[in-house]
T-cell receptor
């Protein structure tokens, strides 16, 4: 099956710093990548959708200047949390879709961000 | 009202029991229905995928969709302790790049 990796798997940072999370599709080309945030005991909330080579589409209520998304190639998307604050602490999960057939999304293992 | 509703549980069952997990949805445009399994601190893993109404079986797992009542079910036969996880239902429309709408997830605990 299709494999999606994320790096790092967990990160702790100080308030005010920026953190970059990478999402890679290892064995397929991902025309579309999605970024989700999941708080404890809550569902996955879609933050943004990105297509390779174009600007990301953000969901209502998600600050595009705070959560910078770059989808520079068909196998890599990055999410940068700028000027992180403790309330940004969460589990960030990416998924990738090849855009063919059923448009199935394959999820990465997630990145746990803790902002002190 | 959220578009996909799911009881968060937890649901505790003994090993070998038949498990029934359910979701309801409100958007009539949903055509694709999925069940994901998520272990603690891991990303979701696709278990079952159904288009429109009907049943789909894969080993010990059966997914059922009843569009007339907007009801989605996942049945697990002969449940195992390794099935202990959070199960998320999700749905999306027919549109090419439509996004997934997830339920909150139901935590399942299977005791040996």
């Amino acid at each position: 099956g299709a494999v999606v990796s994320q790096h790092p798997s967990w990160v702790i940072c100080k308030s005010g710093t920026s953190v970059k999370i990478e999402c890679r599709s290892l064995d397929f080309q991902a025309t579309t990548m999605f970024w989700y945030r999941q708080f404890p005991k809550q569902s996955l909330m879609l933050m943004a959708t990105s297509n390779e080579g174009s600007k990301a589409t953000y969901e209502q209520g998600v600050e595009k200047d705070k959560f910078l998304i770059n989808h520079a190639s068909l196998t890599l998307s990055t999410l940068t949390v700028t000027s992180a604050h403790p309330e940004d602490s969460s589990f960030y999960i990416c998924s990738a879709s090849s855009g063919s057939g059923s448009n199935e999304q394959f999820f990465g293992p997630g990145t746990r961000l803790t902002v002190l | 009202q959220k578009e996909v509703e799911q009881d968060p549980g937890p649901l505790s069952v003994p090993e070998g029991a038949i498990v029934s997990l359910n979701c309801t949805y409100s958007n009539s445009a949903f055509q694709y229905f999925m069940w994901y399994r998520q272990y603690s601190r891991k990303g979701p893993e696709l278990l079952m995928y159904t288009y429109s109404s009907g049943n789909k079986e894969d080993g010990r797992f059966t997914a059922q969709v009843d569009k007339s009542s907007k009801y989605i079910s996942l049945f697990i036969r002969d449940s195992q302790p390794s099935d202990s996880a959070t199960y998320l239902c999700a749905a999306r429309t027919l549109s090419g790049y439509s996004t997934l709408t997830f339920g909150k997830g139901t935590m399942l605990l299977v005791s040996p």
